[in-house]
Every structure is written in C-alpha cells, then in structure tokens.
C-alpha cells in the first residue's frame, strides 16, 4: 500500500481494485459521460439558436445544462483516466481544485433548481404579469446569484475541509475528492470547523427545498382549476419533469451528507455518489426533453438541419 505524506497527496481508489472490473467501470464511465455531454450539448444549441425557445423557461435550462456539464466533468473524465491508467494518485492542489469546482457546482445547481421553480411559479400562477417579472434583468440577475451562492458555497466547504489534519493512510474510497470521505480521513475531533460550515449551508439548501414545496403547492393548486384537458397537460409537461429532478437532487444528496458515517467503504456509499454526482447531469436533458413537445420539436429541427448541412 502506498504511503501518503499531508504535501504529497492522496490516492483515490475506485469501487474494485480487480483490473477486469476497472476497465468495465471506466467503460461505463466513458458512455455515460458522452451521453452527458452530448444531451447537454444539443439542449445549449437549441435553445440558443431556435427563436421559439428564447424564453426565460429555456434561458434557465441552457444554464442549466451548462452547470450540468461542469458538474459532470468535474470528476468523471479524470476517474475514467485513472481507471485505464491504473493510477488513483491526486495531489494536494488537485484535490484542492475539484473539491471547490464539485461543491461549487451541486451548491449552484441547488440555487438553480429553485430559480427554475420560481419561473414556473410567475408562469403559471401570474401569467399576465410573467414578461414584466421575468424580465432580462430578473433573468440575468437569478444566474449570477446561482454562480455566486456556488462560489462562496465551495469556498467555505473547502476552506473548513482542508483546514483539518488529516490522518491514517490518505486514501479515498471514492472517485473523487468527495468531502464526506475526506472527513473520514481527519483526526478525532479535528472538523468542528466543517460541520460548522455543513450545518451553515444546510439553512439555505432548507430554504431552498421549502421555497420549491411553496412553489409547487401554488403550481398544483392553480392547475386544478384549468378547466382544459390540454392546459393542465401543458403544464404538467413542464413542471413535473423539474419536480422529478429536485427530488432525486434533493434526496440523493441528504442521504450521502447526513447518513452516519463508516470506517469502511460499502456499496451503498458508491451507489449514493453515484445518484447525486453522474445521474442527474446525465438525465437531466432526457428528463426536461422527454414531455416537452416544444423542446423535442427544436431539437428534431436541430438534427434535420444539420443532415441537410452534411449532405450539401
């Protein structure tokens, strides 16, 4: 086993140390991560290049799509370079980086979330008054609060993370830089100041979470008064795609952050990350596609396009 000193680094090991068993999990990985990549990709292109989709709706889905890119990458092209090089060392700095990046992007994308939810609350339960609310600067204004809420999120996280001691052999059973398994590796009483930090932040993601619920009961309860079939089908095409998401955000992320901790690392602590750091990203453009017949419509006209392109 290699030996870690705190300037040297840490070694990340993936769930199986088996050769065979890295190659599958990093050819996973790969498959997963280009489908990311390019459900994210085609849903920035459309809403930026189709005039219908230039909307606020769509505003905030191409920045979310964005942030889901980020968030993706992040950790999962270097896991998947470590897997077929058979080599899990991190450095210091390295791991330094991807903390602030990985907890920059899951806080900024718990702010989008609700900035999403809140556009659809003016849709629906105001309107009338949605072009003067959700106006260019509303818009504008609701982004640069999801990247500077990230920002001062990932630095605090990884300032109180990294200003612990840590002990033991340096290894993170995880593939990547992932607080919670960082924590594991501190000595005894040595991260009050990250708890502290923990339970800092927990007061706005509660917000967050309330500030969606609140949300969605206005949404629900004004839908059951549309007396149309086909009003209540156009808004639950929208809304329930979204509702989806936050839950699995939402309830991947609270199991992986409050659950106790353990010594050693089990199935269940690899599959949780699995659901809150490579899942939603990778289904996202799927999920907000799906039912959305504008979306889909765009998207269609995308690929025909660029099948006429190619031909000529």
Known sequence: ??????????????????????????????????????????IIIATSIDHTLHSPMYFFLKHLSFLDLCYIT????????DSFMHS?????WECILQCFSFTTCISAEMIMLTVISYDR????????????????????????????SGIIAGVMHTAATFSIHFCGSYIIHQFFCDVPQLLKLSCSNDYNS????????????????????????????????????????KVFSTCLPHL???????????????????????????LLTLLYAVVPPTINPVIYS??????????RK???ERKTCFFL
């Open 244 to 270: 989806f998401v936050v839950i699995l955000y939402f309830s991947t992320g609270s199991f992986e952050f409050l659950k106790s901790s353990s010594d050693s690392p089990t199935v269940l602590d690899f």
């Open 1 to 42: 086993m290699v030996n870690f000193t705190r300037n040297s680094g840490f070694l990340l090991m993936n769930f199986s140390v088996n050769r065979e068993a890295e190659i599958l999990q990093a050819s996973l990985f790969l498959l997963v991560y280009l489908l990311a990549l390019t459900g994210n990709t085609v």
């Open 121 to 148: 609350y003016v849709a629906i339960c105001f309107p009338l008054r949605y072009e003067i609310i959700m106006d260019v600067s509303t818009c504008v204004y609701g982004i640069l609060a999801v990247w500077i």
């Open 290 to 299: 799906l039912r959305n017949k504008v979306m889909k419509s765009a998207i």
């Open 88 to 92: 899990g060392n991190i450095s210091l």
């Open 302 to 304: 995308l690929f025909e």
């Open 194 to 233: 990250e708890h502290g930090v923990t339970v800092f932040l927990i007061l706005p993601a509660c917000f967050c979470f309330i500030f969606i619920g609140f949300s969605y009961s206005h949404i629900f309860s004004t839908v059951q008064r549309i007396s149309s079939a086909e009003g209540r089908a």
């Open 74 to 81: 992040v950790t999962v092209p270097r896991s998947i370079c």
